[in-house]
């Protein structure tokens, strides 16, 4: 007896071979979409949102590319995840794991077209994730003892993750200005301490650091524009109640004197509450909502400066980095936490006024601002100053660092391949798959830069044949290179993670057989 269908009409189903060669279809795709961007000759994408605006977003930042993507192939989908996580965790490397579980699979496939069942491509590429992980351990470098060495370790990682940035022109200052920022966090990997501000206009050598914290406010007038010692009390609460608040609330009166006495009624309420927050004893008072003329009037009258309207990031970071807590009402003025700072004053930067605190509670704190041509200059730049940011907390706190490169890629190839030599039966084809998608990233790199990447891969596998060989791709001039001269470093903590996600996704992807699709579920007839 035939055997009924058991979906719905509108769900369908991928089996056995079609399913597999979808997910490695679709990964093979969004892989070739992300690889041209990798390395520091990668190329830039223009995003354009089909939404309100046509907003444009110019990047070559894998993990922005991958989240602008509406992608239908599920397997695809499973990509876009790790190169979130891996901005999150690590914040750098987003395309690297991307093309290194996108080149496994596109080994895979061939493996499985050759009849090698998936399984045990799949046990064959545990083995050499964890002879891989070794390989680098051995040969990691850890400068924590000697501050000086570790501070320059710092600045080589940070050139190395801006050279494939926008920043690449002007990498040296702003590594500078990245390891400065991430030193004040003293260990912490906590980036809410550094504010970035962009500012348009200038070039982006005109960027710089600031101790201390910058709100992007202007003072209001007749207001102190110099505050020494300041205490500062940070609110949320409604400043505006000139008016009857209750809407479609109707209210009659027989004469106009008792308007005036509704409305002299309001002012009073208004002043009794100006006169609970000016007795916390404070100088500068700065709220979320708007504050109306009157108080701001008596505000001014008591020497305090108001600020209104300050956006919800730049509060939240205030009283993080003044040590105040945010308050919404005034009645037990002990309870409440003020902030402090030695100074607020008023600053120009290119057209704009802001408001400088300096010497704040919080010793960590500092704010970038950013300089630029235009708005996506801006944005990019903050993206990859972001990049940097991550990386070097994190090598902070995990001070072992691999020379760049392509080097650790060559590193655990070779190991990878001495493994696969060793192992018997139908897992040393996998072991060698696993070993020519780490070299697929050095040849991607030497391709992205125009160069013969045959050539030179195979000239590095020669010098990766001695002992103790710092050899990579050296894509100024266009050769192989020493990559500890040259200066190339990258954190050992980024390698791993990309090493471990890029396995674990591949496995993943591999292991599917079947896909099923669900159509949407329709809405019953109520009638």
């Known amino acids: 007896m035939a055997i009924g269908k058991i979906l719905k009409d509108d769900a369908s189903e991928e089996k056995g071979e079609r399913a597999r060669m979808a997910s490695f279809v679709g990964v093979i795709a969004i892989t070739d979409l992300v690889k041209t961007t990798l390395g520091p000759k990668g190329m830039d ?21 991958l989240k602008s993507l509406h992608i239908d192939n ?10 979130k996580v891996q901005d999150d965790e690590v914040g750098d490397g987003t395309t690297s794991v991307v093309v290194l579980a996108g080149e496994l699979l596109r080994e895979a496939e061939k493996l499985v077209a050759a009849k090698i069942h998936p399984m045990t491509i799949i046990s064959g590429y ?20 000697n501050a000086e060495k570790f501070k320059s370790d710092l600045m080589k990682i940070a050139m190395t993750t801006l050279s494939s940035k926008i920043l690449s022109q002007d990498k040296e200052h702003f590594a500078q200005l990245a390891v400065d920022a991430v030193m004040r966090l003293k260990g912490s990997t906590n980036l809410e301490a550094i504010q970035i501000i962009k500012k348009p206009g200038g070039s982006l050598k005109d960027s710089f650091l600031d101790e201390g914290f910058i709100l992007d406010k202007k003072i209001g007038l007749g207001q102190p524009k110099r505050i ?6 940070v609110a949320n609460t409604a400043m505006d109640t000139d008016k009857v608040k209750i809407y479609g609330a109707r209210v009659c009166v027989d004469s106009m004197s008792k308007v005036a006495e ?30 109306y003329n009157f108080p701001e009037e008596l505000f001014a009258n008591a020497g305090i400066l108001a600020i209104e309207h300050a956006d919800f990031d730049g509060i939240e970071r205030l009283f993080l980095v003044t040590g105040g807590e945010l308050a919404s009402t005034f009645d037990n003025p002990e309870s409440i936490k003020l902030g402090h700072c030695k100074l607020i004053e008023e600053i120009m930067i290119g057209e704009d006024k802001l408001i400088h605190f300096s010497g704040v509670e919080m010793g960590q704190a500092c704010t970038v601002v950013l300089r630029g041509a235009s708005h996506h200059v801006l944005d990019e730049a903050e993206r990859s100053l972001h990049d940097a940011l991550c990386v070097l907390s994190q090598t902070v706190n995990d001070t072992r660092v691999l020379l760049g490169g392509g080097w650790p890629e060559m590193v655990m190839a070779k190991e990878v391949d001495d493994l696969a030599r060793k192992t018997p039966g139908k897992k040393s084809h996998a072991i060698e798959a696993f070993s020519r998608a780490l070299v697929a990233i050095p040849t991607i790199i030497a391709d992205n830069a125009g160069l013969d990447s045959a050539d030179l891969v195979s000239q590095l596998r020669v010098e990766h044949h001695k002992e103790g060989c710092n050899a ?10 020493d990559m500890a001269e040259l200066g190339i470093s990258e954190s050992f903590k980024v390698k791993l993670a990309v090493l471990l996600s890029a396995t674990e996704a591949a ?3 591999l292991k599917v057989d079947e896909i099923i699709s669900c159509g949407p579920r329709r809405r019953e007839d109520r009638m």
């Not at 083995?127 to 990691?140: G, I, S, Y």
């Open 126 to 145: 545990c083995m050499p994730a964890e002879c891989a992980h070794n390989a680098l351990l051995q040969r990691v470098v850890d400068n924590k003892e």
């Open 45 to 65: 994408k223009i995003l354009q949102s089909t939404g309100r605006g046509h907003e444009v977003t110019v990047t070559n930042d894998g993990a922005t590319i």
């Open 74 to 83: 599920p397997a695809a989908e499973v990509l876009i995840d790790i190169s």
């Open 472 to 481: 990579g791709i050296d894509v100024i001039s266009g050769s192989v290179g």
């Open 262 to 291: 509704i409305e002299g009624a309001e002012k009073e309420k208004m002043r009794e509450k100006v006169q609970k927050i000016i007795a916390h004893g404070i100088n500068c008072f700065v709220n979320r909502q708007l504050i």
């Open 228 to 233: 020494e010692n300041a205490k500062i009390l």
């Open 507 to 509: 496995e993943m992807i």
